[in-house]
């Protein structure tokens, strides 16, 4: 009796190796991936003389200015981006040949210098004159006539944006505009500008030599950044 209840064990154990190894392994399912918005480009500067979309466009759509600027075109240079949106192209067309590159440029180095600088300073009777100093050099950079940035890429797409959640759709213009200039150009009419503020004691000279140096290293310059 003993033997059989042994077998008996022996062969249930065997069936249920048997049956857990026939049993096709359960597949693991993928969750699926709902775009509530997508978008696509239905036009673009040159389609209808069949032009492809040039690469850097993308990364502008995407607002990776960076990718741009580390364009060989680029190389030892300071660019300048630009952009704007909506729903007419001659507007758009419009903003872009009446855009006053010299004043949006120095706007951004005078907003670079605040967003930089302007936090170390707590407004102690010791950093009045340095706090002091800071505003004209500001000031300085918001009238500097910056020559020699030019143009050296504008386009514009059109892009279509289907809210799948919500079930509409919308099309909008954006026109992107780059503009460059020497890296030694720029340092040279930076020297001559910021020259013009004279630094009288060693916490102004610092802070001088530091907005010069901070300035230098930026390579590119967009509407409230820079990279």
């Not at 850097?56 to 200015?65: E, M, P, R």
């Not at 460059?180 to 503020?197: H, S, T």
Request: proline share 2%; glycine share 4%; aromatic share 10%.
């Amino acid at each position: 009796m003993k033997i059989l209840e042994k077998l008996g064990i022996i062969f249930v154990s065997i069936f249920l190796v048997i049956s857990c190894a026939s049993k096709p392994a359960v597949e693991e399912q993928k969750p699926v991936v709902s775009k509530k918005v997508e978008r696509e480009m239905i036009d673009w500067k040159g389609a209808s003389i069949g032009s492809d979309i040039p690469e850097w466009l993308y990364s502008a759509v995407d607002n990776d200015v960076m990718a741009i600027a580390s364009l060989p075109e680029f190389e030892n240079k300071v660019i300048y981006f630009a952009e704007d949106q909506g729903k007419n192209l001659d507007l758009l067309k419009s903003w872009v040949n009446n855009f006053n590159i010299q004043a949006s440029f120095s706007k951004e180095l005078s907003n670079f210098v605040i967003a930089k600088f302007g936090g170390e300073l707590n407004g102690s009777k010791n950093e009045e004159d340095v706090e002091m100093y800071l505003n004209e050099l500001v000031a300085t950079c918001s009238r500097a006539e910056i020559n020699g940035l030019g143009k050296k890429l504008d386009y514009w797409v059109k892009t279509r944006y289907i809210d799948n959640e919500l079930d509409t759709m919308s099309d909008t213009y954006q026109y992107f505009v780059v503009y460059a200039i020497d890296k030694d150009d720029l340092k040279l009419q930076l020297d001559r500008v910021l020259g013009k503020v004279e630094a009288k004691t060693e916490a102004q000279k610092k802070i001088k030599d530091d907005v010069q140096k901070a300035i230098e290293e930026v390579s590119v310059f967009a509407e409230g950044k820079a990279y």
